[in-house]
């Protein structure tokens, strides 16, 4: 289900819960927990699934415009660390232009790659541009990946878990979560409602 859909049937199930003549005050208030719960849970679970998605899908667009994809030989392997090590040690945006060059006229594309990474941490677009003019798919991944929000920003993390958030029900407005919590946690089948 969507968010949409958990949503109204949680909707659903309060004003079924309300409108019954069957249950105690205490029984409804026990009930309504249980959905908010079970709404709020089912939220939380699509809102995660979101952000893993989105995460899967910032890090397989990085592999596709910086290299490291697929599986590598420990010679790759340490290559690479090589290539980050001695990247990440360029503070300078002319000379990382000319330490780019060279790596590609070496046929060095594992620094090629650690150095358009380290242009692209740092904003150094002539660098970054010289790296995706030579690279085949480079300039949509880019697009796509700018385009793509942050999943560790706080702000996005804040307005997108608002946006999964299930109001308590109406005869819980003014119960503190560990009450909810608790009142979800009666078992009416046992009898420990009145």
Avoid at 56 to 67: A, E, I, N, V, Y
Avoid at 101 to 127: C, F, K, N, S
Wanted: hydrophobic letters at 40%.
């Amino acid at each position: 289900m969507n968010r949409e859909q958990i949503l109204h049937a949680y909707t659903a199930k309060l004003k079924q819960i309300d409108s019954s003549r069957t249950y105690s005050d205490h029984a409804k208030r026990v009930m309504a927990a249980k959905a908010y719960k079970e709404a709020q849970g089912a939220l939380d679970q699509l809102r995660q699934a979101e952000v893993d998605s989105l995460t899967t899908r910032r890090s397989q667009l990085q592999r596709r415009m910086f290299g490291h994809q697929g599986s590598a030989d420990a010679n790759t392997v340490i290559a690479r660390r090589d290539a980050n090590d001695r990247a990440a040690k360029l503070e300078d945006p002319r000379v990382a232009q000319e330490a780019l060059q060279a790596a590609q006229m070496e046929g060095d594309d594992l620094m090629a790659q650690a150095i358009a990474a380290r242009a692209a941490q740092y904003g150094w677009g002539d660098v970054l541009g010289s790296y995706a003019g030579s690279r085949p798919g480079f300039k949509e991944a880019a697009e796509e990946y700018s385009g793509l929000p942050d999943p560790d920003n706080w702000q996005w993390k804040f307005h997108h878990t608002g946006q999964f958030m299930a109001g308590p029900p109406s005869n819980l407005h003014d119960a503190q979560p560990h009450e909810i919590d608790r009142l979800a946690a009666v078992d009416l089948d046992a009898g420990d409602a009145a």
